[in-house]
């Protein structure tokens, strides 16, 4: 089975705080994923990577960064925290090419305060 | 910008019954819709998916059917069982041969009443 494990499942950090959600997937895929999940706007892709140290902005990049050192770990970074940020993020896998089924992890939840 | 726009945000159904959840997608060069279910604390699940050039595709008690004149689509569930109860999701590929990258609809939360 395929497993992509987000290590922090709860966070609190305080406003300003630098704050690193890791990821990792055990499947040697390719494409990378973070989103973001809010009530009521299902799942917003943050970030995506499609080979080590390699990078692509989605549709929300602004606050975040993104580190991919290794192929199976992928990094959001939080450069400051604000309480806007407070959500669910959940990391996600696949490999590449056309229809292959993307993977999620379990979810890390940040509160920012 | 693109957008998939997903209908009910909520759907209660008694146990046996089916549960319709209906999306429409705006951007035409789309063509891989995966639905996904979320169980609470837990991550989304791909539960089925259907390209463009099928009009529909089965597994068990799920159904997906796809209307590509209408841009929309829909995940059908027979017999409802209370482990149907869960949040979905469905989501459409960022134009054509993209379908590494998603957009989701804003999920509907189906409750199975025993």
């Known amino acids: 089975d395929v497993k992509v494990t987000q290590s922090s499942r709860y966070l609190v950090k305080r406003t300003g705080e630098k704050v690193f959600l890791e990821c990792v997937q055990d499947m040697d895929h390719e494409n990378m994923f973070w989103y973001r999940q809010d009530p009521g706007l299902g799942l917003r892709l943050i970030y995506f990577s499609y080979d080590v140290k390699m990078k692509e902005k989605g549709d929300i990049p602004e606050g975040y960064s993104v580190s991919r050192e290794k192929k199976e770990r992928f990094s959001l970074i939080l450069e400051s925290a604000s309480t806007n940020q407070t959500s669910m993020y959940l990391c996600?896998?696949?490999?590449?090419?056309?229809?292959?089924?993307?993977?999620f992890g379990e979810g890390s939840w940040l509160t920012v305060v | 910008g693109e957008n998939v726009e997903q209908h009910p945000s909520t759907l209660s159904v008694q146990e046996g019954d089916s549960a319709v959840i209906k999306c429409t997608y705006s951007d035409s060069a789309s063509n891989y819709f995966p639905w996904y279910k979320q169980e609470l604390g837990k991550g989304p699940q791909l539960i089925i998916d259907?390209?463009?050039?099928?009009g529909e595709k089965k597994d068990q008690r799920i159904a997906v059917t796809l209307n590509k004149t209408a841009k929309h689509f829909s995940l059908h569930i027979t017999e409802t069982q209370p482990e149907d109860s869960a949040v979905y999701f469905c989501a459409a590929s960022r134009g054509r041969d993209s379908s590494y990258k998603l957009i989701f609809g804003s999920g509907t939360r189906l409750l199975v009443r025993p």
């Open positions: 259907i390209r463009s050039n099928v």
């Open positions: 996600a896998s696949s490999l590449a090419g056309i229809g292959n089924t993307i993977y």
